[in-house]
């Protein structure tokens, strides 16, 4: 059994990598030619099982199917004081205009962070307590499956910290001091959402590699 991760982001991809050692990983490019995927959900699991869908039939189209599987991963960050913005728009937040529509295609992690913090500074917070989601979709010929992976904390104001991606350098988990990305990488696997997401995930891998061998 292999997997594709449904996504281009390569930050992702190393992650993920890092986390699931023991399975046979590729990114989405290396396998299937890039194509687009309009993540029109309004959850975080809808948008992860749209992604992971649409890779597996990709993958089935040209007969993959009997030995890839296809896995997603959906996460963002959501603030208590901003009525839980960014959330499932995190990788959007930029182009998200007032009415909660998305206009454009300019968003990236360095004005994503700027639209955070000013509006935190609109409404004179330093902080705001907030929690990470990531919600990973796994699609396969045996079926959907999808886990969930939470890590709280506060957003801050200011950015601290190079290490990591997103909002990294806005979020400090509870029980510690430093933002994300003040955070050596072991440290940040070990409590990240993305990683609870994907241990709990892994018990769904290791059911399916019994399956396909």
């Known amino acids: 059994m292999k997997i594709v991760l449904a996504t281009s982001n390569l930050d992702k991809v190393k992650e993920i990598k890092e986390f699931l050692k023991g399975y046979e990983i590729y990114a989405l490019s290396e396998i299937i030619k890039s194509f687009e995927i309009?993540?029109?959900?309004?959850?975080?699991?809808?948008?992860?099982?749209?992604?992971?869908?649409?890779?597996?039939?990709?993958?089935?189209?040209?007969?993959?199917?009997?030995?890839?599987?296809?896995?997603?991963?959906?996460?963002?960050?959501?603030?208590?004081?901003?009525?839980?913005?960014?959330?499932?728009y995190s990788a959007r937040y930029f182009d998200l205009d007032k009415n909660g529509k998305v206009c454009g295609k300019n968003a990236n992690d360095a004005n994503n962070?700027?639209?955070?913090?000013?509006?935190?500074?609109?409404l004179n917070l330093e902080s705001s307590s907030a929690h990470y989601t990531a919600c990973i979709a796994i699609s396969s010929k045996f079926g959907d499956y999808t886990t969930h992976g939470f890590m709280y904390g506060k957003a801050i104001d200011e950015e601290c910290g190079t290490n990591g991606f997103g909002y990294d350098a806005l979020f400090i988990p509870d029980g510690f001091t430093k933002t994300l990305g003040e955070l050596d990488n072991e440290t940040k696997l070990k409590i990240s959402h993305r990683s609870k997401g994907l241990e709990l995930a892994n018990f769904v891998l290791k059911s399916l590699k019994k399956n396909f061998s």
């Open 113 to 122: 962070r700027v639209k955070l913090i000013s509006k935190l500074k609109a």
């Open 38 to 88: 309009v993540e029109d959900g309004s959850t975080f699991q809808q948008n992860a099982l749209i992604k992971s869908r649409a890779v597996f039939a990709k993958l089935k189209e040209q007969g993959l199917d009997n030995e890839f599987i296809a896995l997603s991963d959906d996460s963002g960050i959501s603030v208590d004081a901003l009525g839980g913005e960014p959330g499932i």
